[in-house]
């Protein structure tokens, strides 16, 4: 009788079961791979933001607000020891060489009104936040001096561009099953805007919700474009 009812299940169900449930598995890894990637690519990006701005709101050392461990702003007074301006076919560029009293003298952009009014050997004010100078500032007129998250912008792309992979393989798998071409390339192109617009949005300090809104936009509209190039690969 056992074996009567075993010859009268359907011939390879289980197979038929499993093969369904392992596309709907390797779809959902992949696509929850894709989001987490992403989703630490926009974390390291909101830290690389904060990092650029941090000098901005770090109180002034010595103050009641710099507790003991935070970091804070030092000022310091440096003189001008050389003026520069460079011509260019998009506008000149102007710069000041201005000695420290505790490092070495090194050059800094500001602005042209800046740039006239500081003559060799005027002192100038300086604000030092973690040991670099963050900012340049005499007689009302101010210049800052923002670190460039060469490194931060790096690691935003990779994961940006590894992130939009795995998550337009993920919501492609079920119609076409297996790794395609089109994400691998969108990926490339992705992770080529994400670090040129990395660094901008990073170092324009726009305010918080368009600085991550816009990237979060554009990442979307790609990802977007290569579930399509899947689709249709």
């Known amino acids: 009788m056992k ?33 987490a990637t992403t989703v630490l690519g926009f974390t390291l990006f909101v830290e690389g933001y904060d990092a650029v701005g941090a000098h901005r709101h770090a109180p002034v ?4 607000a710099a ?3 935070t970091d804070c702003l030092l000022h310091e007074t440096g003189k001008v020891t050389g003026r520069r301006v460079d011509r260019g076919d998009n506008g000149d560029t102007y710069a ?3 000695a420290r009293e505790t490092a070495p003298e090194h050059r800094y952009t500001v602005g042209e009104a800046f740039y006239d009014d500081a003559q060799v050997g005027t ?15 005499y007689q009302g007129h101010r210049a800052e001096n923002p670190i460039t998250p060469w490194l931060t912008a790096f690691k935003v792309a990779l994961l940006a561009g590894l992130g939009s992979a795995l998550t337009a393989h993920g919501l492609t798998w079920w119609w076409r099953s297996g ?6 390339v969108f990926a490339v192109v992705i992770a080529f805007v994400s670090f040129v617009g990395g660094l901008c949005f990073m170092s324009t300090q726009w305010p918080l919700a368009v600085t991550l809104g816009l990237p979060v936009l554009g990442w979307l509209f790609l990802t977007a474009g290569s579930c399509g190039a899947a689709v249709n690969d």
Request: hydrophobic content about 45%.
């Open 96 to 98: 000041l060489t201005v």
């Open 67 to 69: 507790t003991p461990g």
């Open 61 to 64: 050392c010595g103050t009641a």
């Open 179 to 184: 790794p395609q071409v089109g994400p691998a």
């Open 3 to 35: 074996a009567l009812i075993e010859d009268a299940r359907p011939p390879g169900g289980f197979r038929r079961i499993a093969g369904p449930a392992a596309r709907v598995l390797t779809q959902v890894l992949f696509l929850v791979a894709g989001l």
């Open 123 to 137: 002192d100038v004010d300086l604000s030092i936040f973690r040991g670099r100078v963050s900012e340049l500032s």
